[in-house]
């Protein structure tokens, strides 16, 4: 069966950190995979997506950037945080079926 | 562009009572659509999914929601609410094959005993 794995789930850095979330995926092959992020109290925000290996699509200008090194990992970076950027973030998959998997989250957290 | 609007943040019900989540999407081609449910500081779940198959659709813990294309609604339900149920749910459409996914705000349900 299919899982997502995405860490760590709480993180807390000061303004002008670097960041790195990793997400992998087990079980499939050639997933499309998604970077969300979550604003407390609101909704859910695309904010990269990739159809394969480095081929990576950003749907909002932003302080992050996302990177495909392998097949089934799917990592969220930043080089200097900034308090804005705190949030939940979520990773996700889709495969050959329309709906999409999600990861348990990260919590960050920018001081 | 697409959006989906999810009419109501909060929606507050007693146990047994009828919950209803309402849900409104914007495109002009078929969507696919989604409900999902996520409990506090976890990921998101899927209760049920849309895809221009049957319009009334049936998902997990008793929850169904039906597609009304007139109406451009996908309005979720479940009969008798439980405890459990208490919970953010969020209501999101797909069209194209990159899978990416379009949310509603998202509606908080609360379960009073």
């Known amino acids: 069966s299919q899982t997502i794995h995405q860490w760590p789930a709480t993180l807390v850095q000061p303004v002008g950190s670097p960041l790195s979330l990793e997400c992998t995926v087990e079980?499939?092959?050639?997933?499309?995979l998604y970077w969300y992020r979550q604003a407390a109290g609101r909704g859910l925000q695309l904010l990269f997506y990739?159809?394969?290996?480095?081929?990576i699509s950003s749907e909002v200008p932003q302080n992050l950037s996302a990177s495909r090194p392998q097949d089934r990992q799917f990592i969220l970076s930043s080089k200097k945080l900034l308090l804005s950027d705190s949030g939940f973030y979520l990773c996700?998959?889709?495969?050959?079926?329309?709906?999409?998997?999600f990861g348990q989250g990260t919590r960050l957290t920018v001081v | 562009a697409q959006s989906v609007t999810q009419l109501g943040s909060h929606v507050s019900v007693s146990e047994g009572a009828l919950v209803l989540l309402r849900c409104n999407y914007s495109?002009?081609?078929?969507?696919?659509l989604f409900w999902y449910v996520q409990y506090p500081n976890q990921g998101l779940q899927l209760l049920l999914k849309?895809?221009?198959?049957?319009?009334l659709v049936k998902g997990i813990n008793g929850f169904e929601a039906e597609f009304k294309k007139s109406e451009t609604s996908f309005h979720l339900t479940k009969p008798s609410a439980h405890m459990s149920d208490a919970a953010e749910y969020f209501c999101?459409?797909?069209?194209?094959?990159?899978?990416?996914?379009?949310f509603g705000q998202g509606t908080t349900l609360q379960v009073k005993p």
């Open positions: 996700a998959w889709t495969g050959a079926s329309t709906e999409a998997f």
């Open positions: 079980g499939t092959s050639n997933p499309n």
């Open positions: 990739s159809v394969g290996i480095g081929q």
């Open positions: 495109s002009s081609v078929p969507p696919y």
């Open positions: 849309y895809t221009s198959a049957a319009t």
């Open positions: 999101a459409e797909s069209t194209g094959n990159t899978g990416k996914l379009i």
